[in-house]
C-alpha cells in the first residue's frame, strides 16, 4: 500500500474518525464518513493514507464527493482524482458548477483529461455514460505469458482484470474476449487466440440505454460488458457492478415517483425541510385537486343519495376496490416496461389480458360485497331496507365494472406516459386511485339508477 499521506489538517472531529476507525473496511469508513459534516470529511480525507482515500472517493456510495473535492486544496484534490477510476472522475466532475470543475480539471494530465472529457460527452444513463474507459487490451499476436506480464503491470490501474479484451492489431477492432481464469490456465507459449472465447463478443453501443445494457449483463452472465464505436473499436467496459449503482439509483427515483411525489435526489436525512415541503406539496396539491372531481361527482348525484341514503354506506368500499385494482395494474405494467418485458406496441396485448382479468376480478370482490349484504340482513346486524336484494345486486355489478375499469386504466396509463416520453413510473398508485375515485363514482350511481330505478331511485 502507499503510504504517502497528504499534509495531516484534521480537527477534532477528523481525528477521532481516524482513531475510532482503526481496522474498519472502506464500506464502514464511507458509511462513517457520510456522517460527518463536508468540512469534516475533507479533513479526514486528506489526513489519510492516498490509496485509503482514493478507494473511499472511488464508491459511489460516499456522499458529497464532489463537494469535499471543491473544498480542499487544488493540489490535494489532483492528487485524489489522479488516483480515482475516470469514470467516478467524470460523475463527480458533472456534479460541480462550471468553475470549479474547469479548475479541477485543468488539475488532471492531459491523457486523463482527454479520457474523462469523452465519458463526460455521453448522455447519462447510457452504456457511454457509465462506462470505464480502464480496462485490460492486448493485440492478437500476442502469448499468454505476455498477456499475463501485462496484466500483471497495469492491474492497479485498471477497473477489472477478469476480462482481457483481444484487438486486431492493425484495425484495434474487438475481435475477443479472455477470461482471467481461462488466461491463467492457458500454455504460457500459446498464442493467445488458443484461450479466447470461441464466436463475437457481446458488445454494447455507447448510446444504448442502461436498461438494455443490464439486460445484456443478466442475459450472457457477465462481469464486464464492453463498449464498442460503429468501427468495432472497444471505447471502454461497463462493469457489473456500475450497473447496479445505477439501477439502484433509478429504482429508489422510481419508487418515490410511484408513491405520488417528485424524486428527491438525496438521501432523506440530508434534504433540507424547504427542498421536502417543494418535492411532495405540487403532487399533494394536483392529487388533492383530482379529489375535488370526487365531490363534485357526489354533488351531482345528490338527488340519489337523498333517496336511497344506504347507497353512501358502499362508497368507500366502491372507491378503494377501484383504486387498488389500477394501482396493481400499474405497478405490473411499470416494473415489466422496465424490465423489459413490454413494449410499447404490446399496449393492446396488456388490453386484452387485463379485461378479462378486471371482469373475474370484480366479480370475486362483487361477490364477497353480495354475501356481505345477505349475511349481515339475515343476521339482524344491519337492515338495508325492504330492497335490500336489489342494494347487493347493484354493489355485485358495480365493483364488476369499477375493478375492470381500473385495471384498463392502471394498465393502460404507462403506455400512455411512455408514448408522450414521460417516465412511466409518473403513473403513481395515488394519481392512477384519484382517477379512479371519480370515475368510480360515476360507474357506481349509473349501475344504481339503472336497478333501483322505480323502487329505491
Not at 444504448?208 to 445484456?216: G, N
Not at 447496479?244 to 433509478?250: A, K, L, Q
Not at 396539491?285 to 354506506?313: C, D, N, R, W, Y
Amino acid at each position: 500500500m502507499n503510504i504517502n499521506r497528504f499534509p495531516l489538517r484534521a480537527g477534532h472531529a477528523a481525528r477521532a474518525f481516524i482513531n475510532n476507525s482503526r481496522g474498519a473496511t472502506i464500506a464502514e469508513r464511507v458509511e462513517a464518513l457520510n456522517a460527518l459534516s463536508v468540512q469534516d470529511a475533507g479533513r479526514v480525507l486528506t489526513g489519510m493514507p492516498l490509496d485509503y482515500a482514493v478507494n473511499i472517493l472511488d464508491r459511489p456510495e460516499l456522499r458529497n464527493a464532489a463537494q469535499i473535492l471543491a473544498l480542499i486544496s487544488a493540489e490535494d484534490a489532483a492528487r485524489l482524482l489522479h488516483g480515482m477510476s475516470n469514470d467516478r472522475v467524470a460523475d463527480v466532475l458533472l456534479e460541480l458548477d462550471g468553475e470549479t470543475r474547469a479548475r479541477l480539471f485543468s488539475s488532471l494530465d492531459e491523457p486523463v483529461r482527454i479520457a474523462i472529457q469523452h465519458l463526460m460527452g455521453y448522455p447519462p444513463r447510457t452504456a457511454g455514460g457509465i462506462m470505464t474507459t480502464e480496462f485490460v487490451s492486448v493485440p492478437d499476436s500476442w502469448t499468454v505469458a505476455r498477456t499475463l506480464d501485462h496484466v500483471r503491470q497495469v492491474e492497479r490501474s485498471r477497473e477489472t482484470v477478469y476480462a482481457i479484451y483481444v484487438l486486431d492489431e492493425v484495425s484495434h477492432a474487438l475481435l475477443h474476449v479472455v477470461t482471467l481464469r481461462r488466461l491463467i490456465t492457458g500454455e504460457p507459449e500459446a498464442s493467445i487466440l488458443s484461450v479466447a472465447q470461441k464466436g463475437a463478443p457481446v458488445s454494447a453501443n455507447p448510446l444504448m440505454k442502461q436498461e438494455d445494457v443490464a439486460r445484456l449483463i443478466r442475459k450472457h452472465d457477465l462481469l464486464a460488458l464492453p463498449v464498442t464505436d460503429e468501427q468495432g473499436q472497444i471505447l471502454g467496459i461497463v462493469t457489473v457492478d456500475d450497473v447496479i449503482d445505477t439501477m439502484i439509483s433509478d429504482t429508489t427515483e422510481a419508487a418515490q415517483k410511484f408513491g405520488g411525489m417528485e424524486a428527491l435526489g438525496q438521501p432523506y436525512m440530508k434534504i433540507s425541510f424547504a427542498g421536502m415541503i417543494r418535492k411532495r406539496a405540487g403532487w399533494l396539491a394536483a392529487l388533492f385537486l383530482g379529489e375535488m372531481l370526487t365531490a363534485s361527482a357526489m354533488q351531482h348525484f345528490e338527488g340519489e343519495l337523498e333517496k336511497a341514503v344506504v347507497l353512501t354506506l358502499f362508497i368507500p368500499l366502491i372507491m378503494s376496490s377501484g383504486g387498488n385494482s389500477g394501482s396493481q395494474a400499474t405497478s405490473l405494467i411499470i416494473r415489466a416496461l422496465a424490465l423489459g418485458e413490454l413494449k410499447l406496441s404490446d399496449w393492446w396485448k396488456v388490453l386484452l389480458r387485463e379485461l378479462p382479468t378486471g371482469i373475474v376480478l370484480g366479480a370475486i370482490l362483487g361477490l364477497v360485497g353480495f354475501i356481505r349484504i345477505v349475511f349481515w340482513q339475515s343476521a339482524g346486524l344491519y337492515d338495508y331496507g325492504p330492497h335490500w336484494q336489489m342494494v347487493a345486486v347493484t354493489v355485485f355489478a358495480a365493483l364488476i365494472g369499477i375493478v375492470t375499469f381500473g385495471s384498463i386504466c392502471g394498465s393502460m396509463l404507462p403506455f400512455v406516459l411512455q408514448k408522450l416520453r414521460l417516465d412511466p413510473a409518473s403513473a403513481s398508485a395515488p394519481f392512477v386511485a384519484t382517477l379512479v375515485d371519480v370515475t368510480g363514482l360515476v360507474i357506481y350511481f349509473s349501475v344504481a339508477l339503472l336497478i333501483l330505478s322505480g323502487t329505491l331511485l
